[in-house]
């Protein structure tokens, strides 16, 4: 008598799922018999005979990663679906992919398989459109859990320059960096430009980063220096990329930066400050004599509290510094002045400067400082010039270099002195000191008019070579 297999018996025999076997019944692919009181069995003899006539879909065991035809719906729990209302949920060999539902009834694709410690891992895949580009991501995923695993060589995983954006971001720039919002703004701007746009970031090469510089500088306007700094972000997220698995360390283009001339020579000369000090408001003039009294930033200034302020000891203390590291500054007399005379009037706020209409902290003087500017006819000061007058003052003064770097926070000289600009005056007077002090410039001027210049070139004394030709 021939052997009957059930339904499992089959599966285990044709190394596929369950699944696959009632598909195949179905479909009327594969032969069985269905007794009363026992259910679907298959002959020996009779799948003998269908193998050797060949499957028609290919091997059983490839039919492992197709979904069902029919999405199962789950609402148990004590399984691996997610908890969820509804659940629609496609099992693979790997791992799994199933549908759920968020808030504003939307439905995403999502993943779900173990890592190489067996922890369960869930993932939203934001992008699939179908249930193909969702298998394909867990497929991905799981190959690289299988290298890690077995101390196999990682398979690199293609990804647009877009989408790793949006990783280098979340992951890396939100974590590390107070100034991921700018990288973020810079990261957009690249995702969108001509260079860059659609491209995988594997298809990133010199050739497409000298079209972007191109393009922001000759096509935008803007200046080397705002190039320089898309071009580190995308030189440090290139970089992760290598790191994280996601390119080759020989695909990673050079990134040449243009050379940069940020030193600016706008100091407020005593005349300008009182001119613009009379055109600012009363809050903004706070603020501009707390900066060019202090050497302080403008978001340090901005974003000071009571609590940073000691009346007593007439210090500030400044906090979430670029550097990181705290200071603590000496008040002179007009700042003492203007902080005092803020406190009579909002001291009940946490915040130092507070805009008088809404109550709340500064948030820029962007506008409030360019009207004031054009008001007093000066033109080309920026508030962070503020910055580079009260270095130069106090280095006019005879403040020596490492007070000041201490007093403007920076880590070294180098940092310092590209903020310090002598002002005209002493650059004459320091160019004057190597001049004889018996010869005045008017006898020069007086031999130019008289004619007393020689005409005839000078005798240049004969001088012996060092070396002789014979």
């Known amino acids: 008598m021939d052997r009957l297999l059930t339904v499992r018996e089959l599966a285990l025999s044709l190394g596929c799922h369950r ?17 009363k009181g026992v259910g679907i069995r298959f002959r020996k003899a009779d799948v003998d005979t ?17 979904p069902p035809e029919r999405a199962r719906t789950r609402t148990e729990g004590g399984s691996e679906v997610a908890k969820a209302k509804s659940k629609t949920r496609w099992n693979f060999g790997c791992g799994a992919v199933y549908l759920r539902k968020f808030k504003g009834n939307l439905t995403r694709f999502c993943i779900d398989y173990r890592d190489a410690c067996g922890e369960r891992i869930q993932r939203v895949v934001r992008e699939a459109q179908t249930l193909e580009d969702a298998r394909d991501v867990l497929i991905k995923k799981v190959e690289r859990v299988f290298a890690s695993k077995y101390g196999l060589k990682k398979p690199i995983e293609r990804i647009s320059f877009k989408e790793f954006g949006d990783i280098y971001l979340n992951e890396y720039a939100k974590i590390n960096k107070r100034s991921w919002k700018t990288d973020k703004g810079y990261l957009r701007i690249m995702a969108e430009s001509e260079s860059f746009r659609g491209l995988f970031l594997d298809e990133i090469t010199s050739r497409e980063i000298e079209k972007f510089k191109a393009e922001r500088k000759e096509g935008d306007g803007v200046s080397d220096a705002t190039v320089n700094r898309c071009l580190a972000i995308l030189r440090r997220l290139l970089n992760l990329a290598v790191e994280w698995g996601y390119l080759e360390k020989g695909q990673v283009p050079k990134i040449k930066l243009f050379r940069e001339n940020n030193l600016k020579e706008r100091i407020l000369t005593a005349e300008e400050e009182g001119r613009l000090l009379r055109s600012c408001s009363e809050h903004l003039r706070a603020i501009l004599v707390t900066a ?61 400067f507070v805009n008088p209409r809404t109550k709340k902290r500064f948030g820029s003087v962007k506008k409030a400082f360019k009207a004031a500017c054009r008001r007093a006819g000066i033109a080309g000061f920026r508030f962070h010039d503020a910055r580079h007058s009260f270095a130069s003052r106090l280095v006019a003064k005879g403040v020596d270099v490492a007070t000041v770097r201490d007093l403007l926070g920076h880590s070294s000289l180098r940092v310092t002195e590209r903020y310090i600009h002598s002002a005209q005056e002493q650059k004459r007077k320091a160019v004057e000191l190597l001049e004889d002090p018996q010869e005045k410039p008017e006898d020069f001027k ?24 014979n």
């Open 19 to 35: 699944i696959t076997v009632y598909r195949l019944l179905k479909k009327g692919e594969i032969p069985f018999i269905q007794k």
């Open 50 to 66: 269908w193998l050797d006539k060949g499957v028609p879909h290919g091997p059983p065991a490839a039919l492992l990663t197709l």
């Open 292 to 352: 060019l009294n202090s050497g302080m930033r403008l978001g340090e200034i901005l974003n000071l509290t009571w609590s940073q302020i000691d009346f007593d000891a007439r210090t500030i203390l400044v906090t979430k510094t670029k550097s990181g590291k705290n200071r603590t500054l000496c008040i002179n007399a007009p700042v003492f002045r203007e902080l005092q005379r803020i406190h009579a009037e909002n001291g009940l706020s946490p915040y130092v």
């Open 446 to 469: 007086d031999s130019l008019r008289a004619g007393d210049v020689e005409s005839t070139p000078r005798k240049v004394p004969h001088v012996s070579p060092l070396f002789s030709v």
